[in-house]
């Protein structure tokens, strides 16, 4: 996450000190996350993905893509499972985010199939 952090910091043009203002923490903070010696909080990883349009995904587990481009609400749905509680809820998304067009396709007819018993 390390390295996902800082392209964010550097596709926004910033530096440390001001990439730290805009997510509340400081630039040692920053300069922490981006060598490995501290993990960002769930706060800290929410921000930047608020900040800067990033994808939940993405951030944490280098899932692509990298900015998100949904609506809104279902955007903010997600993040709140994203930052919840709930693991088996976020692992699911992760897997769900992995499946290429066929895997989805298998899924859709699996669904079907049980919808309709």
């Known amino acids: 996450m390390k390295e996902r952090v800082k392209i964010v910091r550097m596709n926004a043009g910033m530096n ?20 490995g010696e501290n ?19 993405w951030l944490t587990d280098g899932i692509e893509p990298m900015y998100t ?7 903010a749905r997600i993040d709140y499972i994203m930052t919840g509680e ?8 992760r897997e769900f985010a992995k499946l290429d067009d066929s895997e989805w396709t298998v899924l859709e007819k699996l669904i079907k199939n049980i919808a309709n018993g």
Do not use: H
Not at 16 to 35: L, P, T
């Open 16 to 35: 440390q000190a001001e990439f730290g203002k805009k997510i509340s923490i400081s630039r040692s903070a920053v300069w922490k996350i981006e060598n």
């Open 39 to 57: 993990t960002p909080s769930e706060q800290t990883i929410r921000l930047i993905c608020k900040e800067f349009n990033v994808s939940y995904l």
């Open 69 to 75: 481009e949904f609506d809104t609400d279902s955007m």
């Open 86 to 93: 709930n693991e088996f809820a976020k692992n699911l998304f």
